[in-house]
């Protein structure tokens, strides 16, 4: 079963990475509307999970849900990039709220999963995609 959790984590890891270059031009090319439209389908692609279903929720209950520090991760970069588009809008006060919450993620998921597995992954996502440096 491990290596079934791996093999979806590294292809959601892979899904973002294909959609981090459009959901960058969208944020900085789009309206707000058509950014947050590819924010959720990535998220959805990439997790398997509605992004505004995930975001309703606290960071401790939504890190629970996955199996895998990678995952909230990839949550964690999903917010901040909806905050990045918010602040580029002038929308200062949810940008903010993101961050935050995108912060809350990262510190959940070392809390439940650990620092090293943590940097383990980082270093895996290094080793798959160098192209994203």
Do not use: W
């Amino acid at each position: 079963m491990p290596v079934l959790r791996y093999v979806f984590t590294l292809n959601a890891v892979r899904e973002l990475g294909r959609m981090a270059p459009e959901i960058a031009r969208a944020r900085a090319e789009a309206s707000l509307d058509e950014c947050l439209q590819g924010i959720r389908e990535a998220c959805t692609l990439s997790l398997g999970m509605e992004f505004d279903t995930l975001v309703r929720f606290d960071a401790r209950s939504v890190v629970r849900l996955f199996a895998h520090a990678e995952q909230a991760r990839i949550l964690a970069r999903l917010v901040d990039e909806r905050a990045r588009a918010h602040a580029e809008r002038g929308e200062f006060r949810a940008a903010l709220e993101d961050t935050v919450y995108a912060g809350q993620l990262l510190a959940c998921s070392r809390q439940r999963f650990g620092v090293p597995k943590d940097a383990r992954a980082a270093e895996a996502l290094e080793r798959e995609l160098p192209a994203l440096r």
